[in-house]
C-alpha cells in the first residue's frame, strides 16, 4: 500500500513539473516576436486596404467620365449601349479590386499566422480571435 502511495505522488510531482501543467507565461522576447508579426500584418492590410481604396475612386472616377462621354450623345441608340458599358466597366472594376483586397488580407493573414507559430507562442496568445471583426470588401 505505501509504495502504490510513493508512486503515485512521484507521478503527480512529476506531471506537475511538466510543460502542460507549467503556467505559460510567455517571454519578453515572445511578446516581442508576437508584437512585430501584429505589425506586419496591420501594415500589410493598410495597405491593400489603401489600393482598394484608390481603386474604387478611380473606378467611380472612370464612371462619371463615360457617363458624361454617354449622355453628350445625340441618339438614344448610341447612349442606352454607352450607359450599359459605363455601368459594367464600373462592376468588373469593383470585383476585381474587392478581390485584390481579400486576396491581400488573406495573405497577410497566413503570414501573420506563420510568423506567430514561428514565435513559438504558448496557447491563445494571438489576436486573430478578431479577425471577424475585419472589414469585409465585396
Not at 500589410?44 to 463615360?66: C, G, V
Amino acid at each position: 500500500m505505501m509504495k502504490k502511495i510513493v508512486i503515485t505522488s512521484a507521478t503527480l510531482l512529476a506531471l506537475a513539473a511538466s510543460p502542460v501543467f507549467a503556467a505559460t507565461t510567455p517571454s519578453a522576447a515572445t511578446i516581442t516576436c508576437v508584437g512585430a508579426a501584429v505589425n506586419a500584418r496591420e501594415a500589410s492590410i493598410d495597405a491593400a486596404e489603401m489600393t482598394h481604396t484608390q481603386a474604387t475612386q478611380a473606378a467611380y472616377t472612370a464612371r462619371a467620365s463615360a457617363l458624361q462621354q454617354a449622355w453628350a450623345m445625340t441618339s438614344w441608340a448610341q447612349i442606352k449601349p454607352a450607359v450599359k458599358a459605363a455601368w459594367s466597366a464600373y462592376n468588373a472594376s469593383l470585383k476585381t479590386s474587392a478581390k485584390a483586397w481579400r486576396t491581400s488580407r488573406n495573405a497577410a493573414w497566413t503570414q501573420y499566422r506563420t510568423a506567430v507559430r514561428a514565435c513559438k507562442t504558448p496557447v491563445g496568445m494571438s489576436d486573430a480571435a478578431n479577425a471577424g471583426a475585419e472589414t469585409v470588401n465585396q
